[in-house]
């Protein structure tokens, strides 16, 4: 059984850097296929793909935020961490990790319950 | 990017009504189409994979159609525990893109 969870702060001020923490269990970054990505809603609204890492460190970022993302997996502790840097109120939103189910196409099966981010100072 | 336009945004159903979501993709995505459910507060649950497939443990009231760029979400009877929004997702063409979903209410 795959499960996923994401943890992090739920409060970070405008220009400050986040850094969100997925932990998972009943699937490893060490496995050939397995890969983990972020996908993040604003309240009310749609859901937005962020990040992806695959378990042999290939990594693929949205076009339009890659300049700001950062992610990095720790296989011995099957965690998956994203960093957001120059955080502004627009992405206040819940920021979802989810498993991917297919390599090389983002579609992604199991996800976490989410975290709340609120982008205030 | 693909955009992915979800119709209609909102609906109004009762338990035991058949429903239907249509989701239009601006280029062809062949049959890389993934729907979701939503409840508040809760994660997004995956429904159906390769527009049609339907994920292990989904109940076969959920069925989807299409391929290219019209796709097709049917609830065959409505059930109290599916009230919910609706999302439909691309993933033939990089980025990964959602539609705006489709809320289903009482």
């Known amino acids: 059984q795959i499960t996923l969870k994401e943890s992090g702060p739920t409060l970070v001020k405008p220009t400050q850097t986040l850094t969100l923490t997925c932990t998972f269990s009943g699937l490893s970054l060490s496995t050939s296929g397995v890969g983990v990505g972020w996908i993040r809603q604003p309240p009310g609204k749609a859901l937005e793909w962020l990040a992806l890492i695959y378990w042999d460190d290939d990594k693929r970022y949205s076009p339009s935020l890659k300049s700001r993302l950062s992610i990095t997996k720790d296989t011995s502790k099957n965690q998956v961490v994203l960093t957001m840097t120059n955080m502004d109120p627009a992405d206040t939103g819940t920021y979802f990790c989810a498993h991917n189910a297919i390599v090389g196409y983002y579609y992604f099966d199991y996800w976490g319950q989410g975290t709340l981010v609120t982008v205030s100072s | ?106």
Not at chain 2, 8 to 23: E, F, K, Q, Y
Not at chain 2, 81 to 103: S, V
């Open chain 2, 1 to 106: 990017d693909v955009q992915m336009t979800q119709s209609p945004s909102s609906l109004s159903a009762s338990v035991g009504d058949r429903v239907t979501i249509t989701c239009r993709a601006s280029q062809g995505v062949m049959n890389y189409l993934a729907w979701f459910q939503q409840k508040p507060g809760k994660a997004p649950k995956s429904l159906i994979y390769a527009a049609s497939n339907l994920q292990s443990g989904v109940p076969s009231n959920f069925s989807g159609s299409g391929s290219g760029t019209d796709f097709t979400l049917t609830i065959s009877s409505l059930q109290p525990e599916d009230f919910a929004t609706y999302y439909c997702q691309q993933y033939k063409n990089f980025p990964p893109t959602f539609g705006g979903g489709t809320r289903v209410e009482i």
